[in-house]
């Protein structure tokens, strides 16, 4: 049976917008911390500024590549702008494509984007976290500047979702201060452990008006129980995603105490578009 959303941890039936707001809400954030994405070191930097590096034209479109430093961490950005006040990021699957000579690529059209006025905004995760070259080590990127790593960490502690996501929200930091942006129109997209991320970035930010998933899969839209496909199992053995809590889980699957409703459920009332094509059995589309 599925963990119940609209009950609290106290047992008390959750019927208004101000107890989900003021009870709820933070229960269920707390627990998908807790027991999948983990806890952040830091959740907004006390320092923040930002860089133009560069700026050129691509394709028609305004290319800025725009230094964030939080706390001493620096994190590149890449923007193509149209003559539009639109915004849309991506969580750029980061591949051999030099997108500010070609912004069309495999994961993102940009060019196409761009002409129908939305500006787009790319992060290389690899900027954040290369997770599958550094595999549960997390002696690089991120965690090497804010910790913690190797025997220092706690079960609970942040992995490489919430870093991508952690990431995100620093993107916006940026944005809201960009004249040529609409701040109250920014969306966060991803495929794939993009996917995964974009949500966990939608729940965790209320900056963002618009969540787009596509193939996220395990811990990322599709439900847990029930699901075919990618499982716990092997999130907890291929990967450095999640925290080590979830880990735990591998084997009791339906013991484990969160499930991906109390995820989305988190980004409501803002706007939510899920995809998962209906022949990739490991995104599970029907669930």
């Excluded at 959303?5 to 009870?23: A, H, P, R, Y």
């Excluded at 229960?27 to 907004?44: D, F, M, Q, S």
Aim: glycine share 6%.
């Amino acid at each position: 049976m599925e963990p119940k959303l609209m009950t609290s941890l106290s047992g008390e039936q959750i019927t208004n917008v101000t107890d989900w707001e003021k009870i709820r809400r933070e229960e269920l954030r707390y627990l998908l911390e807790h027991y999948a994405y983990g806890h952040r070191p830091v959740e907004t930097p006390d320092k923040v500024s930002f860089t133009v590096a560069e700026e050129k034209e691509v394709a028609g479109l305004q290319f800025k590549k725009v230094l964030i430093d939080a706390d001493g961490f620096v994190l590149p950005i890449r923007m193509f702008i149209p003559k539009a006040d639109k915004y849309f990021m991506h969580n750029a699957q980061q591949t051999s494509t030099d997108i500010e000579k070609e912004p069309n690529t495999l994961y993102i059209p940009i060019a196409d984007i761009g002409k129908r006025g939305y500006a787009v905004a790319v992060i290389y995760f690899n900027d954040i976290y290369p997770d599958h070259k550094n595999l549960r080590t997390y002696d690089c990127g991120i965690f090497s500047h804010f910790g913690p790593f190797g025997d220092k960490r706690k079960d609970s502690d942040w992995a490489a979702i919430a870093a991508w996501a952690w990431g995100a929200s620093r993107a916006a930091d940026y944005l809201v201060t960009d004249p040529q942006i609409d701040p109250k129109n920014l969306a966060v997209a991803g495929h794939s452990r993009g996917g995964k991320a974009a949500l966990w970035t939608g729940a965790t930010d209320e900056r963002f008006r618009l969540t787009i998933s596509n193939s996220s899969g395990c811990m990322g839209a599709a439900m847990l129980r029930g699901k075919t496909g990618e499982h716990i199992d092997f999130i907890s053995t291929h990967t450095d995603w999640l925290c080590r809590k979830q880990w735990s889980y591998a084997d009791c699957e339906e013991m484990f105490p969160v499930d991906q409703h109390m995820l989305l459920a988190l980004i409501a009332p803002r706007l939510l578009y899920v995809q998962s094509s209906i022949l990739d059995d490991w995104s599970d589309p029907s669930a």
